[in-house]
């Protein structure tokens, strides 16, 4: 499974429409009978539907030439949505601005606007509270490799 998920990012990323655009995750799951590919891919500016549907149909035209799949399948290709994680520094770039509810490794949770990314960690501004004392607001950095997961929080304001 793992050669034939590999193949198929290859091609994801073959097919994407320019630098701009980026792989997430391929995930292929049994489903049934049949199989289903879920491809998720990002851009700097947001992906569309058309997008989407241009990867999906190239990609299958792919695994069927190339006869990569004997068993019947499914491929949905969209773009993560908030509520999941990231997958690299290039989707904390995009989400500069953003409040983030990170969890770190060692068990803690930190919810921070996110100010800027680098290439080993990320800066967030977060509210500090101290018993009897009004909350104050500082900057903390977090390596990528302290992270276990870092989503978006949405605002209803």
């Known amino acids: ?23 997430v995750e391929v995930k292929i799951s049994p489903k049934g009978d049949q199989s289903l590919l879920n491809i998720l891919i990002d851009a700097d500016q947001g992906v569309t539907i058309e997008t989407c549907a241009k990867i999906s149909r190239a990609v299958s035209n792919e695994i069927e030439e190339k006869n990569l799949i004997d068993n019947a399948y499914r491929i949905e ?3 993560p949505g908030v509520d999941f994680p990231f997958s690299g520094s290039r989707q ?4 500069i ?8 490794e060692d068990g803690k949770e930190i919810k921070g606007k996110l100010l800027s990314v680098g290439e080993k960690e990320f800066t ?25 997961k870092s989503i ?3 605002s209803f304001k």
Do not use: C, W
């Not at 290859?10 to 701009?20: A, C, G, I, K």
């Open 97 to 104: 601005g953003r409040e983030l509810k990170v969890f770190l």
């Open 1 to 23: 499974m793992s050669d034939l998920r590999s193949l198929i990012e290859e091609m994801v990323t073959r097919h994407l429409p320019d630098d701009s655009h980026f792989l």
């Open 124 to 148: 967030l501004q977060v509210k500090k509270k101290e018993k009897g004392k009004k909350a104050t607001e500082e900057e903390a950095s977090y390596a990528f490799e302290d992270v276990k």
């Open 92 to 95: 904390y770039m995009k989400n």
């Open 152 to 154: 978006v929080q949405v």
């Open 77 to 79: 290709v969209s773009s």
